[in-house]
C-alpha cells in the first residue's frame, strides 16, 4: 500500500472566481495545459495545495475549459477526423482569454 498514491492526489481542485470548485484527473489537467503542468510539477504552492485557484477566470468559462480537457486529452491520438467541439460566441472571447493564459 505504501507505493500507492493517495487518492486525493489523484485530482487537482480548480477554483474559479466566485469560489466554484472543480475536481479534474490531475493527468488531464497536466496533460491538458502548460501553465497547469508548470503550477503542479513544480515548487509553487499549488504543487503542495493540490489546489489552484484561478480569480480571473469565471465558473461557466472555467467548466468549459475543463470539458475541453477532456475532448483534447480523448482525442490527443486519434487518427480519425476530431468530432467538432462547440463554442458559444457569446463565451468565445473569454475561452480565448482562459486558454491563452492556460497555454491548451
Known amino acids: ?5 493517495p487518492e486525493e492526489v489523484m485530482y487537482v481542485k480548480l477554483v ?3 469560489g466554484h470548485e472543480f475536481f479534474v484527473d490531475r493527468q488531464v489537467a497536466i496533460s491538458a495545459s502548460k501553465t497547469i503542468r508548470l503550477m503542479l510539477e513544480g515548487s509553487f504552492r499549488e504543487a503542495q495545495d493540490n489546489k489552484i485557484i484561478f480569480p480571473d477566470i ?28 462547440v463554442i458559444e460566441p457569446e463565451v468565445a472571447l473569454e475561452l480565448l482569454l482562459a486558454a491563452k493564459y492556460l497555454d491548451c
Do not use: C, G
Request: hydrophobic share 30%; no cysteine; glycine share 0%.
Open 1 to 5: 500500500m505504501d507505493d500507492q498514491q
Open 58 to 85: 469565471a465558473s461557466h468559462v472555467l467548466e468549459r475549459v475543463i470539458k475541453y480537457f477532456h475532448y483534447k486529452t480523448q482525442h490527443s491520438n486519434s487518427t480519425s477526423r476530431l468530432p467538432q467541439f
Open 16 to 18: 474559479s472566481a466566485e
